[in-house]
């Protein structure tokens, strides 16, 4: 068994038995990168059993959701994305206007923000979203984007370690 499915094994409640089709529809979702709509996992499950309905999707990504494996965000497009949470810290989004990209990024600095916020108020977060829309730097000059390698990688990696140490810290579960 990989470990992907040992994780959603965890997050099962005791004595509620296995669904394999919920079961497809989850390591499908596991498999992918960056934010799916529904319609596009329902392409993606379709290509691997076609007897599996949309709404069956649906039903899943929405247990999903609850059980912590995926997110649900909002890109202002008038629809969901979903992202998985396994193994994939809590980060934020900059959207492209233009061309419907989105870039991740992470930052220490607006989650100790959130949560000197909430604690300020006695406010127990469970999610914060933080999305900045505009222009991405392609779109704005015309040049491909410079490829996310060397220097960002590293912040990124940097940010991602200091991040996990503050949510250990705060006994906070995202
Ligand atoms: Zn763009
Ligand atoms: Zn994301």
Known sequence: MDSSSAYVDSLRPAGSKRSSKRDLIVNVFLRQEGHLTAD?????IRREDQRISRATVYRTLQWMVEAGIARKVDFGEGRFRFEHSYRHPRHFHLICKECNRSFEF????????????????????????????????????GRPQVTDEGVPELLFARDALRIAIATERSGLDF
């Open 40 to 44: 596009e996992l329902v392409e993606l």
């Open 106 to 141: 992470l930052s220490s600095d607006i989650e100790a923000l959130v949560e000197e916020v909430a604690a300020a108020r006695g406010f127990a977060p469970r999610q914060s979203v933080l999305q900045i829309h505009g222009t991405c730097e392609a779109c704005q000059t």
